[in-house]
Nanobody, 117 residues
Framework: QVQLLESGGGLVQPGGSLRLSCAASGSIFRINSMGWYRQGPGKQRELVARIISDGSSNYADSVKGRFTISRDNAKNTVYLQMYGLRPEDTAVYYC???????????WGQGTQVTVSS
């Protein structure tokens, strides 16, 4: 089994910044990709950013230029640095990992990000 432990959510004013962290642990032999999804009130879950095994990354159009995803391979940890936060970024942010040769998917429990004045 694989566990994903998220941290870093909270309340921030518009224009502010936050950094989310997600540490993966358990039976991990290979990380194919790790990333962040979010689900806002009344909305479907959507991809925010993802980084794959070769180091390349992709972002939702709405966060390009404001959010940066990075990873620490030694710690099996992925980070999401968020700048210029907007009220529409308010959501529960979920960490996702696809691991091992069977490409198993795992999800974190979610962390709330609220952007409000």
């Amino acid at each position: 089994q694989v566990q994903l432990l998220e941290s870093g959510g909270g309340l921030v004013q518009p224009g502010g910044s936050l950094r989310l962290s997600c540490a993966a642990s358990g039976s991990i032999f290979r990380i194919n990709s790790m990333g962040w999804y979010r689900q806002g009130p009344g909305k479907q879950r959507e991809l925010v950013a993802r980084i794959i095994s070769d180091g390349s990354s992709n972002y939702a159009d709405s966060v390009k230029g404001r959010f940066t995803i990075s990873r620490d391979n030694a710690k099996n940890t992925v980070y999401l640095q968020m700048y210029g936060l907007r009220p529409e970024d308010t959501a529960v942010y979920y960490c996702h990992a696809n691991v091992n040769i069977r490409f198993n998917d795992y999800w974190g429990q979610g962390t709330q990000v609220t952007v409000s004045s």
